[in-house]
């Protein structure tokens, strides 16, 4: 898992959304790769752009209350993720944060707040 969702930091000068993105076209297939199983349905989320230096495909919700691996499904696109999944405080009700390169393979515009629907692997 952490080979296809960890990504090295985006160099200093990195101002767009490509330069912030490093995932490698290698992971971005694994990622997007139709997955063997479905996994454990969490529930749904409305996500937001998350911190765009912070490296990687990753999802940081209150649907889970520690890390683990992960799927996210973005209907208006019909594309999913392969993530991680990052406990964040609040009640299961509250949004999440995803990554620019998950909101990026999900087909997501980077200021709007998608609906995603969230499984656990």
Known sequence: MAEIV?????P???RTAE???????????????APSETGA?????????????????WLATPLVSSARAGRIEYAATGKSAVVELRPLDGPDT?????????????GANL???????VYAE
């Open 94 to 106: 509250a949004g999440s944060q995803v990554s620019l390169a998950a909101m990026r393979l999900i």
């Open 111 to 117: 200021t709007d707040l998608p609906v995603l629907v």
């Open 12 to 14: 200093p000068a990195a």
């Open 19 to 33: 330069a912030l993105d490093t995932t490698t076209d290698a992971q971005k297939a694994a990622a997007t790769a």
């Open 6 to 10: 960890s990504a090295p930091a985006p």
């Open 41 to 57: 349905r969490l529930g749904e989320t409305t996500a937001s752009l998350g911190d765009p230096t912070e490296p990687g495909l």
